[in-house]
């Protein structure tokens, strides 16, 4: 395989996984002439790119010693033929190193070397095998390279014939080790290679430790993870195999491959004006675009900590626009609180167990929330999402598993930029290994311990709150359930600061434990009663918080309840005149398919994704004509893909803010991941148009034939929800 190698530490620094290797691949075909295509010097020029091959000779390269004129230059492109004589590494890099940066570079193979025992390679990565467990191997016309993104053969960017196709992430997918979920990234989603002797164009995105491929205008690698690859580093072309001298054969994976038109165009961070998660010694932090910290996400307990509790998982600090700290940890009347956090203090699985780090109801010991990941998944100069994967062990195995996605973004609160907000959504997916249930209690779940250093006031929608505090004891003591609340303090130093915590509608029914004696804001679902999750069923927790400097921001507070607030819940919803619904809320019951992976929680029909996958679509058994509206709601996890089928024709419902550029079109019109979308097909006479949150955005999608069909959902990546699927017959 040839390689690009990229660079040299771990840095979190950007966006979605756009920071890996991405380049080409190829075929088996007859190979066709060198003939040099147009491209446009002038425009790479202007977008700020440099040139790494001259066209002329190998300046800016290191040949490697003793290589002999292998790597050369032939009628203007770099061209290997597999067989350098040096004794060490035979790969060609750049002399200069680099760290993020936009790589160009066209590449083919001049010939196949040979039938290749290729192994058949799933969407997960890994090898598909036959009844007895043999690895499926079919011989194949090969030719093998790749791309070094930064200086390691663990960033190598795979160029070759295997039938996934080039962009492959070698080091990653196959590395044990690591996460189902960053091997499958390292799998190219298609194969975009042309075949042997054609020149494929291939353009890499490396970003901290994250990278996108691009290979002939399609996406095969996004924003996936290479782990420990290094901050800076070179770019290197590679060798692979060569000349069996026993037999004097080419190896049937062998690098004849010559590469053209090689630019890259360095990146820094700060210019792009994105958001950063950079380590520091207790966790993450996030970082505006201009360098001001919003959060961190921490791991690890400070050396000199009085914090009581095993867990540490929170965000600490969490920090107004201005700088100032908004929440406490381990404070001396409560040194278990830290940040903002979730947790509760007494739980029932195989075991008891108190995460919250009280003590008194259920035992502390060996009970602890450990991270397992943090990551960067998205940002750019207006937002960023995290997603956070951790374990609530109890004696070291798994209790729940924890995925929390953070949303941060700052939004303006007034005319002047001393007015801004900075507001985080948090969405918590709590997956049990065993049935468990949150006993009913006064506190619990999840809390923004907020400074005391001051003179507080609580706000409601309704005004200033003047009830009593709740008692620890007593849930019935609770403040009633809002939209949001309000905790704002006049620090000692004299400055005013703030922050709001909202309730999303989807969770369960709420009451509030904001005791003013120790600066608590907490939403708790316990207080009405017990909680159930389910064995193995995500139980889905969402709430914002609206980090302020100043007095609480009503204008924007309810600027931003409407949207948060814009999916129905199931006690508002009412059936249209006219319309038949499809799911019942409570069972799978008028559905056919495979329901392997597909269930009904919280009153919606769920799709849990497994990987590798398993299951398929269903369909509903009642059909309709050409004269029809279809309405229903949807719910896409972060990335999830799926799609809704109307007598056989498929259309992508997605996360289209994170999905494929297809359809990123629908992004604006989109709510965030993990909440509810309105969408629908008002077709007539086989013709659609297709509206997505009240906003037309397809007027002639054509329907399918399979008029004996019913509406499909269908299976491809991530979990979802669908829930109110109706349907009304037009006269």
């Known amino acids: 395989m040839v390689t690009i190698f990229l660079r040299g530490e771990i840095k979190m620094r950007k966006w979605n996984l756009i920071t890996l290797v991405s380049l080409v691949l190829l075929s088996s075909c007859a190979p066709v002439s060198v003939g040099q295509q147009k491209f446009d010097k002038e425009k790479f020029v202007k977008d700020g790119f440099v040139q790494l091959f001259n066209g002329k000779d190998l300046a800016g390269w290191k040949i490697p010693e003793g290589d002999n004129g292998h790597w050369k230059v032939v009628d203007g492109v770099i061209d290997y033929d597999a067989q350098s004589e040096a004794k060490g590494s035979k790969n060609l890099w750049t002399q200069d190193p680099f760290g993020d940066y936009i790589l160009h570079i066209e590449w083919r193979f001049k010939r196949t070397t040979g039938l290749y025992a290729m192994p058949t390679i799933g969407a997960d990565g890994s090898y598909k095998t036959d009844a007895d467990g043999s690895v499926i191997k079919t011989p194949t016309p090969n030719a093998d390279s790749g791309i070094f993104l930064r200086g390691t053969g663990g960033s190598q960017v795979n160029l070759w014939c295997w039938p996934i196709g080039s962009g492959e992430l070698w080091s990653v997918r196959n590395n044990k080790k690591l996460t189902p979920e960053l091997r499958a990234a390292a799998v190219p989603k298609v194969r975009a290679d042309k075949p042997v002797g054609q020149w494929n164009s291939m353009d890499i995105t490396m970003m901290g430790d994250r990278v996108t491929v691009m290979l002939n205008g399609k996406t095969v690698i996004e924003n996936a993870q290479i782990p420990g690859i290094l901050e800076r580093g070179p770019i290197g072309l590679q060798h692979h195999g060569g000349l069996n001298k026993r037999t004097g054969e080419m190896s049937p994976a062998s690098s004849l491959i010559q590469f053209r ?426 013709v659609a148009v297709v509206k997505l949150n009240g906003t037309v955005i397809h007027t002639g999608w054509k329907i399918g034939e399979r008029a004996s069909q019913g509406i499909g959902l269908q299976k491809e990546k991530g979990n979802f929800d669908y829930r109110y699927i109706r349907l009304k017959e037009k006269k």
Not at 622 to 630: C, D, E, F, G, Q
Not at 647 to 654: E, K, Y
Not at 657 to 683: H, M, V
């Open 261 to 686: 038109n090689v630019w890259v165009k360095a990146i820094d961070s700060k210019a792009e004006g994105l958001f950063t998660l950079v380590p520091d010694a207790h966790g993450m932090v996030l970082k505006t675009p201009d360098g001001r910290t919003v959060l961190r996400y921490m791991t690890k307990k400070p050396a000199d900590t009085k914090l009581t509790a095993n867990s540490v998982c929170c965000l600490y600090p969490v920090n107004t626009p201005s700088g100032e700290r908004v929440v406490d940890f381990a404070p001396s009347d409560h040194p278990h609180h830290r940040g903002a956090f979730l947790a509760w203090h007494s739980l029932k699985g195989k075991q008891k167990a108190d995460f919250w780090g009280w003590g008194a109801w259920a035992p502390t010991k060996g009970r602890v929330i450990k991270n397992r990941s943090i990551k960067l998944v998205e940002a750019d100069s207006t937002h960023a999402i995290l997603e956070v994967r951790n374990a609530w062990d109890v004696e070291g195995e798994a209790m729940i598993n924890e995925v929390l996605s953070i949303t941060a973004s700052e939004q303006s609160a007034g005319r002047l930029s001393a007015d801004n907000a900075y507001v985080i959504d948090l969405h918590y997916q709590l997956t049990p290994t065993v049935e468990v249930t949150l006993d009913k209690t006064a506190f619990g779940g999840f809390c923004v311990k907020a400074r005391k250093d001051g003179k507080s006031v609580y706000t409601s929608p309704k005004g200033e709150v003047k009830l009593p505090n709740p008692h620890h004891l007593k849930p019935e003591t609770d403040w009633p359930p809002v939209d949001w609340y309000d905790y704002t303090i006049k620090l000692n130093s004299g400055k005013t600061i703030g922050v709001t915590v909202f309730d999303h509608p989807a969770n369960p029914p709420t009451t509030w434990h904001n005791l003013r004696t120790i600066s608590m804001v907490n939403p708790c679902i316990v207080a009405p009663g017990a909680v159930t999750m389910k064995k193995a069923q995500p139980f889905n927790l969402r709430y914002r918080l609206v980090v302020h400097d100043g007095p609480a921001p009503i204008k924007l507070l309810k600027k931003l309840s409407e949207p948060w607030r814009g999916s129905r819940s199931g006690e508002t919803f009412k059936l249209e005149e006219g319309f038949v619904r499809l799911d019942n809320g409570k069972d799978l019951e008028g559905w056919a398919g495979f329901k392997r992976d597909w269930s009904v929680v919280s009153g919606a029909i769920h799709l849990e994704y497994k990987s590798p996958p398993t299951g398929g679509s269903i369909f509903s058994k009642k059909t309709h004509s050409n004269n029809a509206v279809i309405r229903l709601q949807f719910r896409a996890s972060h990335g999830g893909d799926s799609g809704v089928f109307i007598h056989g024709n498929q259309f992508q419902v997605r996360d289209y803010p994170n999905s494929y550029p297809d359809t990123k079109k629908y992004a604006p019109f989109c709510r965030p991941a993990g909440q509810w979308n309105d969408l629908e097909f008002d077709i007539t006479n086989g």
